[in-house]
Nanobody, 115 residues
């Protein structure tokens, strides 16, 4: 059973930065991929960024150049550095892990960007 715990969300002004963390219960070195998704009120959950076990990353067009996903295998943690935040980035951010053909989700962390 994989458990994911997100942290680092909060309230920030537009143009500011936040760093989200996702701590996994197991060794993420063995995970196929991990990623960050977000869901704004009244909208569907959407991809933000993913990173494979080989370190290859992928980003939604809306966050390219502003967000950076990274992983620390020694700490079993994946990060999402969010810079130049915009009000439209406001959402609940979820960590996702793809492990042995199964998908696991964290409980989410709220990010609110004020204008």
């Amino acid at each position: 059973q994989v458990q994911l715990v997100e942290s680092g969300g909060g309230l920030v002004q537009a143009g500011g930065s936040l760093r989200l963390s996702c701590a996994a219960s197991g060794s993420i070195f063995t995970y196929n991929a991990m990623g960050w998704y977000r869901q704004a009120p009244g909208k569907q959950r959407e991809l933000v960024a993913t990173i494979t076990s080989a370190g290859s990353s992928n980003y939604a067009d809306s966050v390219k150049g502003r967000f950076t996903i990274s992983r620390d295998n020694a700490k079993n943690t994946v990060y999402l550095q969010m810079d130049s935040l915009k009000p439209e980035d406001t959402a609940v951010y979820y960590c996702r892990a793809f492990v042995a053909s199964r998908i696991y989700w964290g409980q989410g962390t709220q990010v609110t960007v004020s204008s």
